[in-house]
C-alpha cells in the first residue's frame, strides 16, 4: 500500500523557520522524483519545489528560492523541506507528491501524501 505521510506543520511566527518531513512507503523510492505543492485557501494548488530521484539536481518556484530546501534521504524513503523566512503568504497546507522517472512499473506513476497545514501568523 502507497504511503506518503506529512509531518512538521504547524503555527511559526513571520520570519521564522519550519522543517516538514514526508515519510514514503509502499514503493520504490529511489525510482521517483519528488516534490513539494502547497494550496493557500482560495487558491490553486502550486508547485514549491522538486528533486530528481537521485537527489542530484533541485527545482524551485521563484517565490521561494533562497527560502526553501528540498533534500531527500533515499536510505529513509524520506523528504524534507526545509522552510525560512516564513512569511503569512507562506500560510498553506503543504502537500508531498511522488512521481514514478524509472522502472517499467513506476514510470509515470504518481502519488499524493494527505498535506499537513504550515500556518505563519504573529
Known amino acids: 500500500q502507497v504511503q506518503l505521510v506529512e509531518s512538521g506543520g504547524g503555527l511559526v511566527q513571520p520570519g521564522g523557520s519550519l522543517r516538514l518531513s514526508c515519510a514514503a512507503s509502499?514503493?520504490?523510492?529511489?525510482?521517483?522524483?519528488m516534490s513539494w505543492y502547497r494550496q493557500a485557501p482560495g487558491k490553486e494548488r502550486e508547485l514549491v519545489a522538486t528533486?530528481?530521484?537521485?537527489?542530484?539536481?533541485?527545482i524551485y518556484t521563484d517565490s521561494m528560492k533562497g527560502r526553501f530546501t528540498i533534500s531527500r534521504d533515499n536510505a529513509k524513503n524520506t523528504v524534507y523541506l526545509q522552510m525560512s523566512s516564513l512569511k503569512p503568504d507562506d500560510t498553506a497546507v503543504y502537500y508531498c507528491?511522488?512521481?514514478?522517472?524509472?522502472?517499467?512499473?513506476?514510470?509515470?506513476?504518481?502519488?499524493w501524501g494527505k498535506g499537513t497545514l504550515v500556518t505563519v501568523s504573529s
Open positions: 528533486i530528481t530521484s537521485a537527489g542530484r539536481s533541485t
Open positions: 509502499g514503493f520504490t523510492f529511489s525510482r521517483y522524483a
Open positions: 507528491n511522488a512521481f514514478g522517472v524509472a522502472g517499467i512499473q513506476d514510470a509515470g506513476m504518481n502519488y
